[in-house]
C-alpha cells in the first residue's frame, strides 16, 4: 500500500496564478483532510471529507476550494494565489473517527511557495 | 474545542525517560486525547489515543488523571530519533475537525 500520497511534491508560484494539489490514498478511507503548516506551527485545517461528494469547511477556508469526486481522490484548489498562501500541505484521511478510533494517516507534504 | 497547553521545547538525553505534560481544562465528556509525531519535512504520525486511566502500544504510554484536565505522554528510554515535534489534540473523535497546537519541540541529545 502507498498509504497518502500527494502531488506535486514542490511548486512555486506567482500571485494570483491558480493551482490544484492532488491527494489520493489507497486505504478505502472515508474520510480526509486538507492541513496547511506554516513554519514553526502546528497544521491548520483548512477542509475537510466525511465521503464521496461531501466537502466542508475547516479553520481556514478561505481561498481554497476542494472536491471529491472519487473516494480515493481529493483535490485542494487555489485560484488566485497568495503570498500569504505560501506554506506546507499536507493531506490526511481516516476512517470515520466512531468506527476504528481518531487515527489520521498523512501523505508526505507539498510545498508551496508564491513570490 | 478544547484548548491544548503544551511545553514549546525540551531537551532530553538518550535513554532517558521523556514525559511530556498537556492542559486541557475545558476538555469536554465525549473528548478524547490524542497524541501525534512529526519529523522534519514529513506528516505527523500517529502515536496513541486514549480517554481515561492509562494506555499503552509499543511506542508510549498515556496518563490521564481522573479529572482529565490534563494528560501526560511518556516516552521510554528516547533515542536520537525520536528527536520531533509531538502534538496533544483534545476533541470528540465522532467531529472530523481537531485542532493541532503548536506541540512541544523534542530534542534527544547523546
Known amino acids: 500500500n502507498a498509504g497518502v500520497t500527494q502531488t506535486p511534491k514542490f511548486r512555486v508560484l506567482k500571485t494570483g496564478q491558480s493551482m490544484t494539489l492532488l491527494c489520493a490514498q489507497d486505504m478505502n478511507h472515508e474520510y480526509m483532510y486538507w492541513y496547511r503548516q506554516d513554519p514553526g506551527m502546528g497544521l491548520r485545517l483548512i477542509h475537510y471529507s466525511v465521503g464521496e461528494g461531501t466537502t466542508a469547511k475547516g479553520e481556514v477556508p478561505d481561498g481554497y476550494n476542494v472536491s471529491r469526486l472519487k473516494k480515493q481522490n481529493f483535490l485542494l484548489g487555489l485560484e488566485s494565489a497568495a503570498p500569504s498562501q505560501t506554506s506546507v500541505y499536507f493531506c490526511?484521511?481516516?476512517?470515520?473517527?466512531?468506527?476504528?478510533?481518531?487515527?489520521?494517516?498523512f501523505g508526505p507534504g507539498t510545498r508551496l511557495t508564491v513570490t | 474545542l478544547a484548548k491544548t497547553t503544551q511545553p514549546i521545547s525540551m531537551d532530553s538525553y538518550e535513554g532517558q525517560e521523556v514525559n511530556i505534560t498537556c492542559s486541557h481544562n475545558?476538555?469536554?465528556?465525549?473528548?478524547?486525547i490524542t497524541w501525534y509525531q512529526q519529523f522534519p519535512s514529513q506528516g505527523p504520525r500517529f502515536i496513541i489515543q486514549g480517554y481515561k486511566t492509562k494506555v499503552t502500544n509499543e511506542v508510549a504510554s498515556l496518563f490521564i488523571p481522573a479529572d482529565r484536565k490534563s494528560s501526560t505522554l511518556s516516552l521510554p528510554r528516547v533515542s536520537l530519533s525520536d528527536t520531533a515535534v509531538y502534538y496533544c489534540?483534545?476533541?470528540?473523535?465522532?467531529?472530523?475537525?481537531?485542532?493541532f497546537g503548536a506541540g512541544t519541540r523534542l530534542t534527544v541529545k547523546p
Open positions: 475545558n476538555i469536554a465528556t465525549n473528548d478524547y
Open positions: 489534540l483534545v476533541g470528540d473523535p465522532q467531529a472530523p475537525d481537531m485542532r
Open positions: 490526511a484521511s481516516s476512517y470515520p473517527p466512531r468506527q476504528v478510533g481518531y487515527e489520521q494517516y
